[in-house]
């Protein structure tokens, strides 16, 4: 594995305005969709692509830890970055699994739980970015593998 770059200049502000823009964008999401039975059936939504989706892809392990179903050995095509978390799923290739990585993902699932199916649509407004995607720097950039260890 690659050593992962320092940041760039100026990525902590960056950083702190997409989680205060999105923290804003928060209060204008009924409450009714957020951490409720609406947000739950969309986590369970969620849940169940990630099984069919890890189902027919992959070829490694598939096992329960850290709360998330792991899905190993996909195709790298099949997944963005190191892995991707849809609902209570981790799917990822052959790259290692660590306990920090496993917390990454739960912040993530976590996440998945308070949106439902407005999840993967506000992760896409948030961009592709890490340091200033709001759900990448919530969930923890460095246990993302996103900076190096204490960066922050």
């Known amino acids: 594995m690659s050593p992962i770059p320092p940041p760039p200049a100026g990525w902590r502000a960056a950083a702190d305005r997409a989680v205060a823009r999105g923290e804003r964008l928060d209060r204008l999401i009924p409450n009714m969709l957020l951490d409720s039975r609406i947000s739950r059936l969309g986590y369970w939504y969620g849940t169940a692509i990630g099984w069919v989706w890890g189902g027919l892809w992959s070829t490694g392990r598939v096992e329960r830890r ?7 050995g996909m195709p790298r095509w099949t997944f963005a970055r190191g892995g991707v978390c849809v609902g209570g799923c981790f799917l990822t290739g052959d790259g290692r699994v660590t306990d920090r990585l496993l917390r990454h993902e739960a912040a993530h699932k976590r996440q998945w739980e308070r949106y439902g199916m407005l999840m993967p649509f506000l992760y896409l407004f948030a961009g592709r970015d890490p340091l200033r995607n709001r759900f990448e720097i919530e969930a923890g950039l460095e246990d993302g593998n996103y900076l190096p260890r204490g960066t922050n």
């Open 66 to 72: 850290g709360g998330l179903w792991v899905f190993r």
